[in-house]
């Protein structure tokens, strides 16, 4: 019998790449998603899934207020891009839990221990949340994003993404440009883009920017331009014609 799954979360980006994900497993059935609070409720009370792949942070409230308010109880699976507290929390009160960008094996093994499992008790489940959300960032508090490992050479150097200037790719590489230089993350650019899409920006299929590192933005025939960056070089990079329409919803010009 197939485990019927549904996904919430509030970035289209990262539902979609949960969705390719989760059709990779064998004997997985997709019900539905949804991008907020309300939605979710009706669409888990609605398709009734045996696992509900959950945001903590959505619209409308969070994933813990989904939980209570639904009829229907699935096993969950909570989704978060908090870092080391939060993980932390999940991991001490023992509820599942995936750490954005989600990585394939991780979610394979999380599906297969809810096919397994019979689960906790909803009323166990909303207590052990009560006590994690005590502890998470309200609305108005910023939540830093995790560090980014990258190598120069046989160094392994944890980025702050705020003093990342770009990512680029090349080919199945993909580097950090920050002001010492260049160094190898061994990650794709998509999972980059997930991670960090509060604060950078994808440009071109093969970069993707920190907002707050734009300098100039310049005009080039055809539609398209060119993103001067404030490295020490003054780098410009390519702006697609569509990536800059997008642009201008963040930053009008």
Do not use: C
């Not at 009734?48 to 639904?70: A, K, N, T």
């Not at 809810?114 to 994690?132: D, F, N, Q, T, Y």
Request: proline share 7%; hydrophobic share 45%.
């Amino acid at each position: 019998m197939k485990l019927r799954v549904a996904i919430v979360d509030d970035e289209k980006p990262a539902r979609d790449r949960m969705r390719r994900l989760v059709e990779a497993l064998p004997d997985v059935e997709i019900v539905g998603e949804a991008g907020n609070v309300a939605e979710a409720v009706a669409l888990v009370d609605r398709e009734r899934p045996d696992l509900l792949l959950l945001d903590v942070q959505i619209p409308g409230g969070d994933g813990f207020d989904v939980l209570r308010q639904v009829a229907h109880a699935p096993q969950v699976v909570f989704t978060t891009a908090f870092d080391h507290y939060a993980v932390k929390a999940f991991e001490v009160k023992s509820l599942d839990y995936l750490l954005k960008p989600v990585p394939k094996e991780r979610l394979a093994d999380a599906v297969e221990r809810a096919r397994r499992s019979g689960g906790r008790e909803p009323g166990e489940v909303l207590r052990l949340l009560e006590e994690i959300r005590a502890g998470l960032p309200g609305p108005s508090e910023p939540v830093t994003p995790s560090r980014i490992p990258a190598k120069r050479g046989a160094k392994i150097l944890l980025l702050d993404p705020a003093e990342v200037i770009w990512f680029e790719s090349e080919g199945e590489l993909v580097h950090a440009r920050t002001a010492e230089g260049r160094a190898l993350v061994e990650r794709p650019l998509g999972d980059l883009e997930e991670q960090l899409a509060a604060s950078f920006f994808r440009i071109h299929r093969s970069y993707l920017v920190n907002l707050s590192k734009i300098a100039v933005i310049v005009p080039e025939e055809g539609g398209t331009y060119r993103v001067v960056m404030r490295d020490e070089a003054r780098t410009a990079l390519p702006l697609s014609r569509r990536q800059a329409q997008k642009l201008r919803e963040i930053i009008p010009w």
